[in-house]
């Protein structure tokens, strides 16, 4: 029902910013949950953060909090990954996914079993 694209991603040193996108299908992109997660190699995929279906309420796992900021503009069908102060930790395939949400909820869905995902963009930091 939805189809996603990522772009942005490449190679930065630490201490350097992206700005990551990704692109929905659909008119209904307001209905979903929006979230990034990311997989660097050898290890499980992990939860980055989340948005609500308004943009009114974002999650974040711990490790960056405060250097990336997720937001989505309904009308345009986008979402972004603002990261700041990167890290070579932060180095892995970044996807965004969306998760179907009948109903707004206060809390955005950080959990990794959304329903589509993106083909994933790279993001390299240097130190």
């Known amino acids: 029902q939805v189809q996603l694209i990522e772009s942005g991603g490449g190679l930065v040193q630490a201490g350097g910013s992206l700005r990551l996108s990704c692109a929905a299908s659909?008119?209904?992109?307001?209905?979903?949950?929006m979230g990034w997660l990311r997989q660097a190699p050898g290890k499980e995929r992990e939860f980055v953060g989340c948005?609500?279906?308004?943009?009114?309420?974002?999650l974040y796992v711990d490790s960056v909090k405060g250097r990336f900021t997720i937001s989505r503009d309904n009308v345009k069908n986008t979402v972004n990954l603002q990261m700041d102060s990167l890290k070579p930790e932060d180095t892995a395939v970044y996807l965004c996914?969306?998760?179907?949400?009948?109903?707004?909820?206060?809390?955005?869905?950080?959990?990794?079993?959304?329903?589509?995902w993106g083909q994933g963009t790279q993001v390299t930091v240097s130190s």
């Open positions: 659909g008119r209904t992109f307001s209905r979903y949950d």
């Open positions: 948005i609500t279906r308004s943009g009114g309420s974002t």
């Open positions: 996914a969306a998760v179907l949400r009948p109903l707004a909820s206060n809390y955005c869905y950080s959990r990794r079993d959304y329903d589509y």
